[in-house]
């Protein structure tokens, strides 16, 4: 188990600045998630990490030492991408055991290390085969593999679930939550997947245009977010932003806004008034739109709900979980 640390790390390209100074310590062990929007810096960030990407200024330091100038090879991380890049001509025992047997590792060991990754992600009946006899989610298991057999000290993953179908993203992602408590190892995820960021980060690091908007524990975001980014980029559907003039209600003197999750809406005899524009049906919930004053909102309600596009209802904030925002999107 390593710490990660990056100290006022900063990347550019050309006369575009991508990573305007990022600091952030990982704990050893902790499981850590980028989020933000396309283009935030993410994968970005974390090919600095790995080396793969220059940074022109700040450190990096891995276990305590800087890394800065060592070769990617040399920083004992292993990398999981989105593209499985496993080799088509070796079977999943010899993709598995390749980093070891280059290391110099002798035939016992390389087999030994590859049998324990095997069991632990269930691929000891495929070993033999080779990449192209395999599914999606067997070859993302096998890329994963690879990367266990190195017991690296620092392990990132770059969207490793994305080319994978909804059923198959949840099961790998308990497999990967499994993996990391087994292992107890640093990780390090790279996500646009709101799901697998709540489920699996120990903490969420929260990227927007390269700067770190907010880092904490998922519930922490979820229920305090420091601004209005964080409090529209965590949470699905997004959460709804009203300007206090269209509420008709007390607000705190400074508030410009008022953030309320769709879950916390609820329709009610009198209140905001609004129309229903659109209703989503999911069986264990119902998703109402309606178009208030103050802007489209999404109401969750639990459970089937039958109710006509057009009709006018009203739409009531709890005020426990009211989130104000003043007029910079500082949460108060
Ligand atoms: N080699 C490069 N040359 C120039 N600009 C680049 C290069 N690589 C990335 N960028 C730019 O840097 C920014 C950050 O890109 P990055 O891939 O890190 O974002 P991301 O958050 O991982 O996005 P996504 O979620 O879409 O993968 C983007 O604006 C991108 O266009």
């Known amino acids: 188990m390593h710490t990660l640390e990056l100290r006022n790390l900063r990347k550019t390209f050309g006369s575009v600045e991508v990573i305007p100074g990022a600091s952030l310590?990982?704990?050893?062990?902790?499981?850590?998630?980028?989020?933000?929007?396309?283009?935030?810096g993410k994968s970005t960030?974390?090919?600095?990490?790995?080396?793969?990407?220059?940074?022109?200024?700040?450190?990096?330091?891995?276990?305590?030492?800087r890394v800065n100038d060592l070769e990617p090879s040399k920083r004992e991380i292993a990398m999981v991408f989105q593209s499985y890049a496993l080799y088509p001509h070796l079977s999943v025992a010899g993709n598995m055991g390749l980093a070891l047997k280059q290391a110099g590792k002798s035939k016992a060991e390389v087999t030994a290390a590859v049998n324990r990754a095997a069991e632990m992600l269930a691929l000891g009946p495929l070993l033999e085969r080779r990449p192209a006899e395999l599914s999606g989610g067997q070859r993302q298991r096998v890329a994963i593999g690879r990367a266990i057999v190195r017991t690296p000290k620092l392990f990132l993953f770059d969207e490793p679930l994305s080319n994978l179908d909804a059923a198959?993203?949840?099961q790998t992602r308990l497999e990967l939550a499994k993996l990391h408590r087994e292992l107890g190892a640093t990780m390090v995820y790279v996500t646009h997947d709101q799901v697998e960021a709540m489920t699996l980060a120990d903490r969420i690091v929260v990227l927007n245009a390269g700067r770190i908007e907010q880092v904490g524990a998922p519930m922490e975001l979820y229920n305090r977010p420091a601004n209005r980014f964080v409090a529209g980029f965590i949470g699905s559907p997004?959460?709804?932003?009203l300007p206090?003039?269209?509420l008709g209600g007390s607000a705190p003197a400074t508030a410009s806004e008022l953030g309320i999750r769709p879950e916390h809406l609820a329709i009610t005899e009198s209140?905001?008034?609004a129309r229903v524009t659109h209703v989503e049906r999911l069986g264990h919930e119902t998703i109402v739109y309606a178009e208030t004053s103050g802007g489209l909102v999404s109401v969750r309600l639990i459970g089937e709900?039958?109710?006509?596009?057009?009709?006018g209802i009203h739409l009531t904030p709890d005020p426990a979980?009211?989130?104000?925002?003043?007029s910079a999107g500082k949460r108060l």
Do not use: Y
Request: charged share 15%; with cysteine.
């Open 168 to 170: 198959l993203r949840g």
């Open 321 to 326: 979980h009211s989130h104000w925002f003043d």
């Open 45 to 65: 960030l974390l090919r600095m990490i790995a080396g793969l990407e220059p940074s022109d200024s700040g450190d990096i330091l891995i276990g305590g030492a």
């Open 271 to 273: 209140g905001i008034p």
């Open 238 to 241: 997004k959460m709804n932003f």
């Open 244 to 246: 206090v003039a269209t």
């Open 25 to 40: 310590s990982v704990e050893p062990g902790e499981f850590c998630v980028f989020v933000g929007p396309s283009g935030c």
């Open 305 to 311: 709900h039958d109710l006509p596009v057009e009709q």
